[in-house]
Nanobody
């Protein structure tokens, strides 16, 4: 089993910054991909930023230049630095990881989500 624990959400004024963290733990051999998604009320969950299999970063167009994803391999943790936040960034943010376990099974896991609210 794999657990993803997110932290760092909260309430911030437009133009402000927040940093989200997601730490992976459990029985796995490797993390193939890891990143952040978000879901606003009444909308579908969408990609925000991720490290793809191969280590390439991938950003949603709406956050490019404002958000930065980074990682600490030793801690199995990814971070999302969010700057110049806008009210439209308000959403529940979810961490997702694709991992390979000791049986060679590749599975996708989601965190519980952390709420980000940007006031105007």
């Amino acid at each position: 089993q794999v657990q993803l624990v997110e932290s760092g959400g909260g309430l911030v004024q437009a133009g402000g910054s927040l940093r989200l963290s997601c730490a992976a733990s459990g029985n796995f051999v490797s993390i193939n991909a890891m990143g952040w998604y978000r879901q606003a009320p009444g909308k579908q969950r969408e990609l925000v930023a991720r490290f793809t299999d191969g280590g390439i970063t991938d950003y949603a167009g709406s956050v490019k230049g404002r958000f930065t994803i980074s990682g600490d391999n030793a801690k199995n943790t990814v971070y999302l630095q969010m700057n110049s936040l806008k009210p439209e960034d308000t959403a529940d943010y979810y961490c997702k990881a694709d991992v390979t376990d000791y049986r060679g099974y590749i599975g996708s896991y989601w965190g519980q989500g952390t709420q980000v609210t940007v006031s105007s």
